[in-house]
């Protein structure tokens, strides 16, 4: 059984930083493009990012582009979000989710399994 | 970057009967449309992908036509475990992978 964990979510104040970390098991985890999705409180869903299974090719949000930062490391089934100049819009819910593809451009984009999600504040 | 727009934003339907949420892209993205469920405090669920296969698991009163700029999920004798949010997505341009702002299907 395919399984996603999220960690790393909390309270930050505006401008800070936070790492979010999203484990895998149940899967060949190199062989899946994997993205970052949030959920605003009581809003809809978001695409936020996107790393390719090798971790070679990775895409972002505009709303994101320059501040957050994802990388995998394979050999330990993990995909990070590394979030910089954090702001009060970036309060939401962060779903890690895995695409059918391992490849983005060209790939089968739409997501079949996603982790419960972690809850990142930002507030002062 | 793609819009996707979801109507209605809330239906209203009573168990037993068929519910049919429709999604519009601002332009064409083929068949690369997904559907997913959400129940409130859960993460989605993928229902059906490229427009109208359904995804494993997923019973066949579930069902998605369309391609181009419109696309339908059906719904076919709603159970008591199909009220929820619903969203599509698209795929086919990654700037960005868009999804609706939902349709909630309420009970009536």
Not at chain 1, 14 to 38: D, E, K, M
Request: with cysteine; hydrophobic share 35%; net charge positive.
């Amino acid at each position: 059984e395919v399984q996603l964990l999220e960690s790393g979510g909390g309270l930050v104040q505006p401008g800070g930083s936070l790492r979010l970390s999203c484990t895998g098991s149940g899967l060949t985890f190199r062989s899946y493009a994997i993205s970052w999705v949030r959920q605003a409180p009581g809003k809809g869903l978001e695409w936020v990012s996107i790393s390719s299974g090798s971790g070679a090719n990775s895409y972002y949000a505009d709303s994101v582009r320059g501040r957050f930062t994802i990388s995998r490391d394979n050999s330990k089934n993990t995909l990070y979000l590394q979030m910089n100049g954090l702001r009060a819009d970036d309060t939401a819910i962060y779903y890690c989710a895995k695409a059918f593809s391992e490849f983005v451009l060209g790939g089968a984009i739409f997501f079949d399994h996603w982790g419960q999600g972690t809850l990142v504040t930002v507030s002062s | 970057e793609i819009v996707m727009t979801q109507s209605p934003a809330t239906l209203s339907v009573s168990p037993g009967e068929r519910a049919t949420l429709s999604c519009r892209a601002s332009q064409s993205v083929g068949s690369n449309l997904a559907w997913y469920q959400q129940k409130p405090g859960q993460p989605p669920r993928l229902l059906i992908y490229d427009a109208s296969t359904r995804a494993t698991g997923i019973p066949a009163r579930f069902s998605g036509v369309g391609s181009g700029t419109e696309f339908t999920l059906t719904i076919s004798s709603l159970q008591s475990e199909d009220f929820a949010v619903y969203y599509c997505q698209q795929y086919n341009n990654w700037r960005p992978y868009s999804f609706g702002q939902g349709t909630k299907l309420e009970i009536k």
